[in-house]
């Protein structure tokens, strides 16, 4: 393919073919170009290859669950999220916990073999996301590995074999506006694959910064958990960008101090800062973690899978999902994102 939408990154911040995002735009007296607004959207290509969990995604109106209705509904609904202004998403993978954070995880949700491999099917869902997402110039930010769900490969070499297969794949469709997420909270106690711990993480960067077509290559980072946690000295030195959460944090200033904190971490150079997963809300109120994270010029992504008790509509991240801004959760996310990027 020749990509229609290429992404670059010019020290802090983001163009999207040459131009930076959000041009001109500032709000508030702070400046929103070069930013990605985003939302976890991780569930796109979702399936499961349990049959003993797979009844449990069964949508309402049919009994049953589908996987391309699935990715079907997301495509339909990107074109809104970019006219508010919502640019990126996060999918991945090994998608996220369908009931929003879980103790266990029966089903298998994974686009990877047990030796690494890539499930065909899983890559063709992804194709279409990913071809929409070259056509409408939006980012999508595309995650290898969900804790939990990593467990399903067998051994060490089968991660190895899943990154490199993974990037190839990505390269050799010819996309050039995709962010590459490793794993998804590589300091949450549940990998076991000592290539996804932070310990190991700033590897499994490096192995995938250093395939190449044509001269270019992805642009790589990894995701911390929230609860204040900032990306260690080696993973900041290597990462093309940073990602940080905002989960567990109830204090915007507290949001504003993990990006300051992370400019700090030794070795760090200019290179953009991104929030792409918080579950607090509040944009109704004239302080929130999004107008936080804004305020030091970092990206902000908004996480949501809760019941808001107005339907069976439980977030971007509970299977079946509802893709539509379909909330007034959803409403009050998508219409900030529009006042501050000006869409």
């Not at 089903?107 to 869902?125: Q, V």
């Not at 992370?262 to 760090?268: C, K, Q, S």
């Amino acid at each position: 393919m020749t990509a229609k939408t290429k992404l670059t990154i010019d020290g802090d911040g983001f163009l999207i073919n040459g131009v930076p995002t959000y041009q001109g735009r500032v709000w508030n007296g702070r400046k929103i170009e070069g930013l990605l607004m985003n939302t976890r959207m991780v569930q796109g290509i979702y399936d499961d290859v349990n049959p003993d969990t797979r009844d449990r995604w069964a949508y309402p109106d049919t009994g049953v669950w589908d996987p391309d209705r699935n990715t079907r509904e997301f495509i339909e609904q990107m074109p809104v999220w970019r006219d508010h202004g919502v640019l990126g998403f996060s999918i991945n993978l090994q998608g996220g916990s369908p009931y929003g954070y879980s103790k266990e995880q029966p089903w298998i949700n994974s686009a990877f073999r047990p030796d690494g491999s890539l499930r065909e099917a899983y890559m063709d869902r992804l194709k279409l996301i990913l071809d929409a997402a070259d056509d409408l110039g939006m980012v999508p930010i595309v995650g290898l590995f969900y804790f939990g769900q990593e467990r399903e490969l067998q051994d060490h070499q089968a991660v190895v074999d899943a990154i490199d297969n993974a990037v190839n794949w990505l390269l050799d469709a010819g996309y050039e506006n995709c962010l590459l997420e490793i794993s998804n909270e590589c300091n949450i106690h549940h990998y076991l694959q000592p290539l996804l711990v932070p310990e190991g993480i700033h590897e499994a960067i490096e192995q995938a910064q250093a395939h190449h077509r044509d001269g270019r290559r992805l642009l790589v980072g990894v995701s911390y958990g929230g609860g204040a946690r900032i990306p260690g000295k080696l993973v900041t030195q290597v990462s093309d960008y940073l990602l940080l959460h905002g989960n567990h944090v109830n204090d915007p200033d507290v949001i504003r101090k993990m990006v300051r904190d992370t400019r700090n971490v030794e070795g760090y150079t200019p290179k953009p800062i991104l929030f792409n997963e918080d579950d607090h809300f509040d944009f109704d109120k004239p302080d929130n973690n999004f107008v936080a994270s804004v305020d030091e010029y970092a990206s902000w992504g908004y996480f949501d899978y809760r019941f808001d008790g107005e339907g069976p509509d439980d977030g971007y991240q509970s299977v079946p999902v509802n893709w539509g801004i379909s909330s007034p959760r959803k409403r009050a996310f998508f219409e900030k994102a529009k006042e501050i990027t000006g869409y």
